[in-house]
């Protein structure tokens, strides 16, 4: 794990003024990756950095030639369409690469460095992204027990925790080729799904249509860094340096068709048609401020020794704050801004981002540079703080209210513009945020 530093003193400054504007989520603290290039331009896509309203375009950088040593092999592996070779190139290179960074962008810096990020510099208003990695498998993990125990009691009322989740992060293996960026926009999917539960006795009679029950999950995307041999595990005090960062995350989830589909098997059609990501990763080294212990309550059970260690627990919890918001067509329609409908933190996570990569590790599996984990939907304790539209309406028989507009939602409407934000902010360090994953839900083909 990333001990503090330099890059994390609050009182630094960068000689960027929109790098000091009140509530901006890239102040000099943060410096996330992205993959862009300029909007409607047919220009090579590459690495950036953000910092305040500008980005730094890494290629540009790399070929100044202004940097030295691994910060400029970072920066040259920054300059492709993907960032899965810098991802391949471990904590060493990141961290290279950051400092350097971090001291060019710093008031009072001056030198070749310096000049070189400024000529490097385009405005974040002008540019267009793309998943910033050639993604080789997505994971999606279901690790919050809050969220397990709100669904669960939908849909087993009388046993709605499995028995196996207090002991082992559960995952499935999810579709990686419908994964998109911020702004994305998909169709209503089309499925099988039972219209009415059957009688006593009676044969189960399905339907095939357009999913009624179109839900959001909110999610942090864990960015996967070096990978390991297939056979080799990785120990869970080594985890940390096989995750390169976070992201936001919505793993679109058509209820319906995943709650008469998944037995015996897991979910298929009701998550693989669209999964909206964020355009920003947020670095290891950035989160470390924000890192608290990990804790169980002593009357549940606890992690098995391979799960388990001091330093996952003084320091492998996260607290991130996050919050989703709803803009329906008609508050499009009249300028009206989202609603919000749910806020909740990912320190409530019941398995940790490290316990997720060792567990996925140790049977064998081979993780790879630039893979992708959804940390699976991140509910807190209260109502309010639910990570999923299933659990605010409680299976969509106590609708919710959008307060921008007055609509009522049991389920997601065409139309509609699901937005995840998420930020981090700690007394003594600097806000620091993720930007936004937007997806919007189109009718279904045919409508």
């Not at 994971?139 to 009322?157: L, Q």
Request: glycine share 10%; proline share 8%; charged share 15%.
């Amino acid at each position: 794990m990333h001990a503090l530093n330099h890059t994390h003193d609050a009182g630094a400054r960068s000689w960027l003024a929109s790098a000091q504007a009140a509530g901006t989520d890239f102040p000099l603290q943060n410096l996330p990756f992205s993959v862009f290039r300029r909007q409607g331009s047919s220009e090579a896509l590459r690495g950036g950095v953000a910092i305040g309203d500008q980005l730094i375009c890494l290629a540009a950088l790399a070929r100044s030639g202004a940097l030295q040593g691994l910060a400029a092999q970072a920066a040259s592996a920054c300059a492709q369409a993907t960032l899965n070779d810098f991802f391949a190139m471990g904590p060493a290179a990141w961290q290279a690469l950051r400092h350097a960074l971090f001291a060019a962008l710093k008031q009072g810096a001056s030198g070749p460095a310096v000049d070189a990020v400024r000529a490097a510099l385009i405005p974040l208003a002008g540019i267009e992204h793309t998943v910033p990695t050639r993604i080789g498998d997505y994971t999606d993990f279901y690790t919050s027990i809050h969220h397990a125990r709100n669904v669960g009691a939908i849909t087993r009322p009388d046993a709605p925790l499995t028995p196996n989740f207090q002991w082992i992060p559960i995952a499935y293996h999810g579709r990686s080729s419908s994964i998109g960026v911020s702004g994305q926009a998909f169709r209503r999917p089309m499925g099988q799904a039972l219209a009415a539960p059957p009688a006593p006795g009676a044969r189960p009679q399905p339907v095939y249509g357009p999913c009624a029950r179109l839900d959001f999950e909110l999610e942090l995307a864990i960015w996967i860094g070096p990978g390991n041999a297939p056979g080799e595990p990785i120990p869970l005090a080594q985890a940390d340096g096989h995750i390169f960062g976070y992201g936001l995350l919505n793993d679109w989830s058509a209820r319906d068709i995943q709650f008469w589909e998944m037995a015996p098997l897991g979910p298929f059609l009701g998550k693989n048609f669209c999964t909206t990501i964020s355009p920003w990763i947020v670095t290891q080294e950035a989160m470390a401020p924000y890192r608290l212990p990990f804790t169980r309550p002593a009357d549940e059970p606890q992690p098995l020794t391979y799960l388990d260690g001091a330093g996952n627990r003084e320091r492998g919890a996260l607290s991130i704050e996050l919050e989703v918001l709803v803009e329906s067509q008609q508050m499009r329609a009249q300028g009206l801004a989202p609603s919000r409908i749910t806020r909740t933190n990912f320190r409530h996570q019941y398995w940790t981002a490290a316990q997720m990569v060792t567990q996925h590790a140790m049977g064998g599996c081979n993780l790879q540079a630039g893979d992708l984990f959804g940390s699976g939907t991140i509910s807190g304790p209260t109502p309010d703080q639910a990570g999923a539209i299933i659990e605010l309406t409680k299976g969509g028989k106590s609708p919710i209210t959008l307060d921008s507009s007055g609509e009522q939602r049991s389920f997601l409407h065409d139309g509609d513009a699901v937005i995840l934000r998420g930020w981090c902010d700690k007394p003594g360090f600097a806000r620091i945020g993720f930007g936004e994953s937007r997806g919007t839900i189109l009718p279904p083909i045919g409508a």
